[in-house]
């Protein structure tokens, strides 16, 4: 008998403060790591230099992001910082029904919608090596105001709070490694009982 | 503030059918990985060709054994094919307590009896791709009659009733690949947010 692959993918929600460097984790866990599909947000918000429509976010209209969730469209959405994030439900189930993984960048809010809903996801929070070091990527980021980056710091430390409500926690303080251990958790993930026992004979 | 490391290491408990190769893919596995300690247990049965003392098991005398028993000197202990296999307590509170993760190569009854003493410990078992290439890995080893080659296979397919109750299943098809996803299991299960609330600053 040739073992069966498992047939499902596996929803992995990554939360972290703003400035903690996800969407670089993100970039060298996708370029690293096959079967994964990225799910890109739609926010309200105003794209920053170098962001793009359709890869960084799905950048939208106050209007239409609240006609989505009339139209019951989205797995989750929430409001931070005065706009919009949410996260579509039709290309998710599409994935994971196709046995790919789906890789969802949220915030602590959206992702305890998640986990009501879908408490077989994998939660993982990514934290800076200390707040100095947040600091000081959001001063380096240089796309926001001093009042700003005072609120991001301030949110972050409230984000943290939620930490335990996570199954894993990432230090990003190098990028490669970080990554290393995302894969790593996705690979243990993948080995759980679970989620493997078509691989057993006559059980 | 620099990150402490996890100061406590993991136990981790690895089952799986006789002839299913776990001293293989241990052996792999203590090469590719460090700070990993591996439990030597005591036993009574004798040795196999190749087999040392103080290596693959600690070969003692019934009446030794017994008076572990008494001496309360076992984390767990078990009757199996007619001979006692038993793990000591003393080294694994040592390495643990140093930061030294632990890896107890135990069957079915001793891990429940683990599992019991300590729920955090982490645990695997390891299938073969089929009971056909098991029996084929047992008559290769051409170690035993026909009748222990049997009654081993047997033993397995009561042994698989035990699988749901471990964490993580590996199927050793490959070598390199099996030790591959143990190792992966240990990095995500020391990435554990319960393991790692000490990386956080204020929380």
């Known amino acids: 008998m040739t073992p069966k692959k498992r047939t499902r993918g596996q929803l992995i929600v990554l939360s972290g403060p703003s400035g903690v460097g996800k969407s670089t984790v993100i970039a060298e866990l996708l370029s690293e790591r096959e079967n994964i599909y990225f799910s890109v947000s739609f926010t309200t918000r105003a794209p920053r230099v170098g962001e793009a429509d359709g890869v960084h976010y799905h950048f939208v209209t106050r209007e239409r992001f609240e006609a989505m969730i009339d139209g019951d469209e989205l797995l989750e959405y ?80 409230e984000e943290y709070r939620e930490i335990p409500n996570y199954d894993y926690l990432v230090v990003n303080d190098k ?9 790593a958790i996705l690979t243990a993930e993948g080995c759980r009982t679970k989620n493997r026992m078509n691989l057993v004979e006559g059980v």
Do not use: M, W
């Not at 790919?100 to 959206?110: A, F, N, R, S, T």
């Open 78 to 157: 929430a409001e931070y910082v005065h706009n919009y994030y949410g996260t579509s439900l039709r290309l998710i189930r599409e994935k994971l029904d196709a046995g790919i993984d789906v890789l969802l960048d949220i915030e602590v809010q959206g992702a305890a919608k998640v986990r009501a809903k879908c408490p077989d996801a994998v939660f993982i929070f990514i934290v800076p090596p200390s707040f100095e070091e947040l600091s000081r990527r959001l001063h380096r980021r240089a796309t926001d105001q001093e009042d700003v980056i005072r609120g991001r710091l301030q949110k972050a430390r």
């Open 175 to 183: 990028v490669s490694a970080a990554a290393a251990e995302i894969i």
